[in-house]
């Protein structure tokens, strides 16, 4: 039985899709109900509900074998898992904006709002920046316009919200999109089932592109 | 000792301390603290660098001791042919990855240390897959070389930034990023290809060593190590583990300090790595030593999630007694249990939390319990 954690929302219902066609339906799950946790034993599988922030947290500690995730996520908390791959789902793009007439020159700390605390501090430690760092956990683009930070570190997906904020992207950090990833004990031991999923996923993947 | 009532981690203690023993491993005892200094000069070393530190009364700064290896190793002779052979169950003081808090671990392990040779270095994997399977049966042990993506990626780059995130693709099996990161860098397409072939190298012994060849044509140091996998592979067919046993180069330690072969062992239940090891003989340089060194270490605290099922009774007898029962009669009645091979529990009232299989109630008169 492959025990597999699922991002609540749009993004997991997709995920879903895809595995329903590799051939690991589990019909009741799509029925509407408040379950959680659904099995098909024939196919194998068992799914799980959980935040999509979660679902690392699920994998490296082995309650599920597999799982999907964004790469945001992975860099931020840097699960120890396998990535075994790129789901082309979700893209969008870890960036740092500010209002666009905000001009960064340098001869001050540069204060940034974000959700994603260690991403921002291992980007600009990588440009030797000194930065200080706003932890908030949502409506980061108000930050700059109320004068909270300087400029943000965030997800743009199609940067409509941060147009109508008045605020554009400076600089991007790393594209992101959803991952497949694997508890590294649970591949020990159930490698040809995970190779298995993990191949019928890629042609998909493959397929698609 | 009725050996049921021990806990894995428990009872793993004492089979393995037998194991090493039985191989000539020494027990070695060392203190709780250390200078600071050791640690700081080689932090990468450690699994964490979060170190717990304080000034003892002459004003020196130590800590409690995050690992055991560099202990073990600041002293010691180097003379040709000789080597230490040592074992220790030892706690040491770390982060732990998941709270973030500090945690006592208690680790048990071993080390080899001197002028190694090829036998030193099958005696000690086959001893690491002999730990897990005095543990578990249902245990894989995972073994890698550090020279051979060393030797491929010398050949690729001489940026560390670069080849970090390279390893660090290999390590997770991550072959999309891999594949940006190369790009990115300037590597050639035919290089970034062998680096996605070789991330896909992992199973049994003989698939991997076969898959490995092609690389020994290019590069002098694979093939070198594709001779020292081959012996370990040689050796371990002739142990009862060679079925449990895989290459994997996804198994990675630090490329500054581990120089040969390296591993990491799973039990089937516990989701992440319980027994790392490997050859350091790089630390051992760094730390002005000419010796070879190989070791390993079971994370004993991990044993905590093996699965195992819950004595349905804490006691097997409960004996009340009150204050008009002789004493000589309550220890007649539980010596009396006892040398029937029972667990009791003599109390005056019955406790809240206490499962017991029978009551014997010594304050109703005539009790024939």
């Known amino acids: 039985m492959l025990n597999i954690a699922l991002p609540k929302g749009r993004l997991g219902e997709k995920v879903y899709a895809m595995f329903a066609e590799a051939g690991y339906e589990c019909p009741s799950l799509l029925e509407p109900s408040r379950k959680l946790i659904f099995e098909n034993p024939e196919a194998g599988v068992r799914y799980f509900w959980v935040k999509p922030s979660d679902v690392a947290i699920y994998v490296e500690r082995g309650a599920a074998d597999i799982g999907v995730a964004g790469k945001d996520i992975l860099l931020e908390y840097r699960p120890d898992v396998f990535e075994l791959l790129d789901l082309n789902l979700g893209k969008c793009r870890m960036a740092v904006a500010a209002k666009s007439d905000f001009y960064d020159d340098g001869s001050r700390t540069l204060r940034v709002a974000t959700k994603f605390t260690n991403i921002a501090a291992r980007y600009y430690a990588s440009k030797c920046r000194e930065i200080d760092i706003i932890k908030l956990n949502g409506s980061i683009e108000i930050a700059p316009i109320l004068g909270l930070s300087d400029v943000i570190v965030d997800i743009v997906e199609t940067g409509k919200t941060l147009v109508e904020n008045d605020l554009e992207v400076k600089e991007t950090i790393l594209p992101i999109s959803a991952r497949l990833i694997c508890n590294k004990a649970a591949f020990r031991f159930k490698t040809a089932e995970i190779e298995k999923i993990t191949s019928y996923m890629k042609a998909q993947v493959e397929t698609h592109d | ?369």
């Open chain 2, 1 to 369: 000792m009725n050996a049921t009532y021990l806990k894995p981690e428990e009872r793993a203690v004492y089979a393995l301390r037998e194991l090493y023993r039985s191989y000539g491993y020494l027990p070695f005892k060392m203190s709780k603290f250390e200078e600071y200094d050791l640690y700081v000069r080689n932090k990468d070393f450690l699994v964490s660098d979060r170190i717990i530190t304080f000034t003892d009364v002459g004003g020196k700064l130590l800590a409690l001791k995050p690992d055991v290896t560099l202990s073990i190793i600041k002293n010691g002779e180097d003379r040709p042919g000789y080597k230490q052979k040592v074992c220790y169950n030892e706690n040491v003081y770390r982060v732990s990855g998941s709270t973030h808090q500090y945690k006592e671990i208690l680790q048990t392990g071993l080390e080899c240390i001197g002028d190694l040779d090829t036998y030193d270095i099958c005696e000690v994997v086959t001893l690491a897959a002999a730990s897990l399977s005095a543990v578990s049966q249902a245990f894989v042990l995972d073994i890698s070389h550090m020279g051979i993506l060393s030797a491929m990626l010398d050949e690729i780059t001489t940026e560390g930034d670069i080849r970090r995130e390279i390893a660090a693709c290999i390590a997770e099996k991550n072959p999309h990023d891999l594949a940006r990161i190369c790009t990115e860098a300037g590597v050639s397409e035919e290089d970034t290809a062998t680096l996605r072939d070789f991330m896909t190298m992992y199973g049994d012994m003989d698939t991997v060593l076969a898959r490995l060849l092609p690389l020994c044509r290019r590069y002098e140091a694979v093939a070198i190590a594709h001779g020292e996998l081959t012996e370990l592979r040689d050796h371990l067919k002739n142990t009862p583990y060679a079925d449990r046993v895989h290459f994997d180069f996804s198994i990675m330690n630090d490329m500054s300090y581990y120089g040969g072969v390296v591993f990491c062992g799973y039990l089937d239940g516990i989701c992440e790595c319980v027994l790392s090891g490997g050859q350091y003989n790089k630390l051992m340089k760094r730390m002005g030593r000419k010796a070879g060194a190989i070791g390993f270490a079971l994370y004993l605290d991990l044993l905590e999630g093996l699965p195992h099922t819950l004595p349905a009774y804490d006691v097997d007898v409960l004996v009340l007694y009150d204050t008009a029962t002789p004493v000589s009669a309550v220890t007649a009645k539980v010596e009396a249990l006892r040398a029937e091979g029972k667990t009791v529990s003599a109390q005056r009232a019955i406790p809240d939390k206490l499962r017991c299989a029978t009551l014997c109630d010594l304050r109703k008169e005539g009790a024939s319990c």
